[in-house]
Nanobody, 118 residues
Framework: QVQLVESGGGLVQAGGSLRLSCAASGSILSVMEWYRQAPEKQRELVAGINRGGSTNYADSVKGRFIISRDNVKNMVYLQMNSLKPEDTAVYYC??????????????WGQGTQVTVSS
């Protein structure tokens, strides 16, 4: 099973940027994704990327977030720009099988807190 460790969360003012990193032990699966979960809300998919570099994004983050991966270093990144208070959540890295938008999560990271102040 792939072990995932996220880093890069923190407190930022609205309009600011953060870059999340996810380090994977072992080979990255075909689809790598970032999810987030705000208090009292369901976990939601933020962005996904397949091995070939194709991506998909939640409508709420399109144009602001960029997901990328380094298959050699077994790393996945989420560059978050123009952050809004509603982006506040715990962000989770996930290793998934299948296709973009039709994936099955196989492993979760422990999560990293992102807090955006207004």
């Amino acid at each position: 099973q792939v072990q995932l460790v996220e880093s890069g969360g923190g407190l930022v003012q609205a309009g600011g940027s953060l870059r999340l990193s996810c380090a994977a032990s072992g080979s990255i699966l075909s689809v790598m994704e970032w999810y987030r979960q705000a208090p009292e809300k369901q976990r939601e998919l933020v962005a996904g990327i397949n091995r070939g570099g194709s991506t998909n994004y939640a409508d709420s983050v399109k144009g602001r977030f960029i997901i990328s991966r380094d298959n050699v270093k077994n790393m996945v990144y989420l560059q978050m720009n123009s952050l809004k208070p509603e982006d506040t959540a715990v962000y989770y890295c996930a290793a998934s099988s299948g296709l973009l938008s039709r994936s099955t999560v196989r492993s979760w990271g422990q999560g990293t807190q992102v807090t955006v102040s207004s």
